[in-house]
């Protein structure tokens, strides 16, 4: 982790000649994402007709396990919620592309000459009211997201950052995460690479909400964890918390 931080400082160092001054040009993806994995993640919001929901989550279990048996798809489905606080009727849904773009070009490729699947996008666009994605790479010093048993709930924190803080925040995170690693809590972070920019989420896991309560107190216990949070406020534009309920077919559970 330290390393990790000395890096990221070293990259962003000045280097001054005359009265210019020269930033590293290095994207923040190439400083901040796992190089040995090269996945490449997408999150998906669907907003759900209130009375479609049951239907809707039946559909798309349906469709994710199908996925997840053909070897010939090249993505999987990390984990499938509800949420339960936070923008109701909405489903959320994480998959990882093991491969990076070309992966996920493979597969859209695929899916888009697959008729089954075809017919399930348009039963499901009954169900909708709007739905968005984002395109996401996985913070280099946080757990991969495995699956897990369950019964637990999961917070999905999400951080709108001011544009060229993104190298900062890590940073900061890159030390800290150590005190929210101790309980399993930690599920796994990414940054965003295509759709909203400058965004980060962080996924946890709890037992209940009052495991999640003890669970924050106890690091404001733990050295270092203030100052963390006090470097990494002045960076943030607007944040959001949602508590999420799993689904049944979800690998997270």
């Known amino acids: 982790n330290e390393q990790l931080s ?5 990259n962003m160092r000045l280097s001054l000649s005359g009265d210019k001054v020269h930033a590293r040009k290095d994207a923040h993806s190439n400083l901040l994402s796992k190089k040995e994995t090269s996945s490449l993640y997408k999150i998906q919001f669907h907003n759900v007709k209130p009375d479609c929901l049951e239907a809707y989550e039946n559909l798309e279990a349906e469709v994710q396990n199908k996925l997840h048996q053909d070897k010939d798809y090249p993505c999987e489905v990390v984990g499938s919620w509800t949420t339960w606080y936070g923008e109701q009727d909405q489903a959320v849904h994480l998959w990882r592309y093991r491969g990076g773009y070309p992966a996920l070009t493979d597969c859209l490729v695929k899916l888009k000459n697959n008729k089954e699947y075809m017919e399930f996008r348009k039963e499901r666009a009954k169900m909708l009211i709007s739905r968005r994605n984002q395109l996401l790479l996985e913070f280099s010093f946080w757990n991969e997201p495995l699956p897990r048993p369950g019964p637990n709930i999961y917070e999905l924190r999400s951080y709108h950052l001011k544009p060229g803080t993104m190298i900062e925040w890590g940073n900061h995170w890159a030390r800290a995460i150590r005190h929210r690693q101790e309980n399993n809590e930690a599920v796994g972070g990414f940054f965003s690479q295509i759709g909203h920019l400058y965004v980060v989420y962080h996924l946890w896991a709890y037992e209940s909400l009052q495991s999640r309560e003890e669970t924050r107190n106890t ?8 100052v963390n949070v006090y470097n990494t406020e ?3 534009k607007r944040m959001e918390s949602k508590i999420l309920i799993p689904t049944k077919s979800s ?3």
């Open 6 to 10: 000395a890096l990221g400082f070293m």
């Open 219 to 226: 690091a404001w216990l733990k050295e270092g964890w203030d």
């Open 234 to 236: 002045a960076l943030i």
């Open 251 to 253: 690998p997270l559970q």
